[in-house]
């Protein structure tokens, strides 16, 4: 069974930066691609960004491209979100999410792609 924990989310002034991290439990991290979604008040839920299970490959919603990089390590179990130039916009909760995938390559876009989710950390930019 996969939990998500994450975690970084705060009170940012915009400009500023911010790294979230996803500390994924069990032992079949090599077998899952992960996602980040962001929810803002009453706004579905939308993707950010995701990386492959093998980490070689990453997407990113035209939103944060640019801005945002998500990386993996295979050791801690971790998957990071690190945003610069943060906006107002950006004020939302950001959730992980994971999905078992055959594919080294696989990322997943919609909330639908993925089969397990963490309980969101809370990000507020302030202009």
């Known amino acids: 069974q996969v939990q998500l924990v994450e975690s970084g989310g705060g009170l940012v002034q915009a400009g500023g930066s911010l790294r979230l991290s996803c500390v994924v439990s069990?032992?079949?991290?090599?077998?899952?691609?992960m996602g980040w979604f962001r929810q803002a008040p009453g706004k579905e839920r939308d993707f950010v960004t995701g990386i492959s299970r093998s980490g070689d490959t990453t997407y990113y919603a035209d939103s944060v491209k640019g801005r945002a990089t998500i990386s993996r390590d295979s050791a801690k179990k971790t998957v990071y979100l690190q945003m610069n130039s943060l906006k107002p916009e950006d004020t939302a909760v950001y959730y992980c999410?994971?999905?078992?995938?055959?594919?080294?390559?696989?990322?997943?876009?919609?909330?639908?792609?993925?089969?397990?989710w963490g309980q969101g950390t809370q990000v507020t930019v302030s202009s």
């Open positions: 999410a994971a999905t078992y995938t055959l594919s080294n390559s696989y990322i997943g876009r919609l909330e639908s792609d993925y089969s397990h």
């Open positions: 069990g032992r079949t991290f090599g077998s899952i691609s």
